[in-house]
């Protein structure tokens, strides 16, 4: 690390106590960005990333909301507007628990440089709540909801900043989130991507992040003459990302034998075919239920619960060539990285944002294997987001097989991007380096384009 790095690293540290995950994320970028400042010094001068790691906005907020015994429930609400050097600020909303002002910035961060990947003019923001959909009824949902919204609405719009949606966030939360924009706006705008298909969504917006990260994982295989035929893999959680990417991976003839929840995995070694993929949606999208009932209704599957006491998850501890970990950030440290290069994985796409440590992204490095980064691995989710904005602003919906060519060519635009870009910066196959400089190239020079603001 050089001198410049380590003290701006210092000094985002002490900015910023408290929020390991942002200094992890920034870490991660700001080293592959050493490699550009030894050849573009005007970036340090007009210090570019000094101003990449300072949010143009924060909005923290109280949400009130009345639960179904009557009792008032009391939640935080945010907002980070990263960068809107390349287009009004664009990223999803995560309404979990863990939700705090340090997690929702280091993704906030990572969208930056990912939106600038799909080659559509979005700038990075994120925000949420740490209010738990688990467990609550769809009236509480919904006036959670409209209490977030309606403090939301007057910091948002479709020029300025467009949310969607991410973990705890799907189609019923985003109905809720925009009835009430629209109620207290009195327009119906494009302001928030993921909408429903009658009301301005976009086909394939649902399946697209999944999707995505398995065509990236087909343009990494396609570098050494390989396929998905016969290939075996793993995938973590069982939300939205982790379905779709079930789905395509047996599309193009692999094989999944995990799925996981935040209690626990599964494992069939039989893979997870369409019939048993339409009762996981079932379970998930329907009735909102924990993915241990997949072992009680199909035999041959083993279920794990999470056992805290552990330094590693076993999910990463079985023979495969492929891993998706789809679930949330950190899920892959250092001894699941080592496990999975034991077991013969050679390939890793990221459906979750961030879903490995700096240690363990060091050893994929090391080991030069087909490690695509989440910032590119995952953002068919943004991109066609982006694409539902288009479609909005012109009036128009466009058919499955359109947004679908679309995405695929987006995914290989970006897997191009990073290949070119790392072999430009001398460090050929380092998904890392392509993809972090490939999407700070556009935006530092946009801000350099907009003078200092
Ligand atoms: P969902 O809420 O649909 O699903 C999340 C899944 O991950 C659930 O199975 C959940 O289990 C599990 N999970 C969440 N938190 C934890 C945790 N702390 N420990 C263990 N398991 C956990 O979210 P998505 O599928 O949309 O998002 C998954 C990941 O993909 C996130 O990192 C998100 O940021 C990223 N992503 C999503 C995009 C999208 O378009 N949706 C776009 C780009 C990235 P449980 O139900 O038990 O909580």
Not at 288 to 312: C, M, N, Q
Not at 380 to 387: I, N, Q, R
């Amino acid at each position: 690390m050089s001198d410049y790095i380590k003290s701006l690293m210092d000094g985002v540290k002490a900015k910023n106590p408290s929020e390991p995950e942002f200094h992890q994320a920034v870490e991660e970028v700001v080293e592959s960005l050493s490699l550009v400042l030894e050849r573009h010094p005007e970036y340090r001068k007009a210090k570019i990333l000094e101003r990449i790691v300072e949010p143009e906005r924060v909005v923290m907020f109280r949400v009130p909301w009345v639960d179904d015994q009557g009792n008032f429930q009391i939640n935080r609400g945010f907002r980070i507007e990263m960068n809107s050097a390349i287009g009004p600020y664009k990223g999803g909303l995560r309404f979990h628990p863990s939700v705090n002002l340090g997690i929702l910035k280091f993704l906030a961060f990572e969208q930056v440089f990912k939106n600038s990947l799909t080659t559509l003019p979005m700038g990075g923001g994120k925000g949420g709540s740490d209010f738990d959909p688990k467990g609550k009824s769809d009236n509480e949902v919904m006036r959670f909801c409209q209490s977030f919204m309606t403090e939301l609405q007057r910091h948002i719009g479709q020029f300025t900043d467009v949310p969607a949606g991410d973990i705890g966030v799907g189609g019923r939360e985003i109905g809720f989130l925009f009835g009430q924009y629209k109620r207290i706006r009195n327009e119906f705008t494009g302001v928030l991507t993921g909408k429903g298909l009658n009301w301005g969504g976009s086909l394939i917006r649902p399946e697209a992040t999944g999707y995505g990260s398995v065509y990236f994982a087909a343009e990494m295989l396609a570098t050494r003459g390989e396929t998905f035929e016969g290939k075996t893999c793993l995938v973590s959680g069982s939300g939205n990302v982790a379905q779709y990417t079930v789905e395509k991976i047996n599309e193009l003839g692999g094989k999944v034998v995990t799925l996981s929840d935040s209690s626990g995995y599964i494992y069939d070694p039989t893979g997870i075919n369409a019939e048993k993929l339409a009762f996981v949606m079932e379970l998930k999208n329907a009735r909102r239920g924990r993915i241990k009932e997949y072992a009680d209704a199909f035999s041959g599957v083993t279920y794990t619960p999470v056992d805290p006491s552990l330094d590693h998850n076993p999910l990463w501890d079985h023979k495969a060539d492929c891993a998706f970990p789809s679930a949330t950030q950190n899920e892959i440290n250092a001894k699941d990285a080592q496990n999975l290069l034991n077991n013969g994985v050679y390939l890793i796409s990221e459906g979750a944002n961030m879903p490995t440590t700096l240690e363990g992204v060091n050893l994929f490095l090391q080991e030069k294997i087909l490690y695509g980064p989440a910032k590119a691995a995952n953002a068919g989710g943004v991109a066609v987001s982006g694409l539902e904005m288009s479609q909005n602003s012109i009036r128009l919906s466009w058919s499955r097989e359109e947004v679908d060519q679309h995405l695929q060519r987006i995914m290989k635009s970006i897997h191009k991007t990073c290949v070119d870009t790392a072999e430009r910066f001398d460090t050929p196959g380092n998904y890392v380096n392509g993809a972090n400089i490939g999407g700070f190239l556009k935006v530092a020079d946009s801000m350099m384009d907009q003078g200092l603001v």
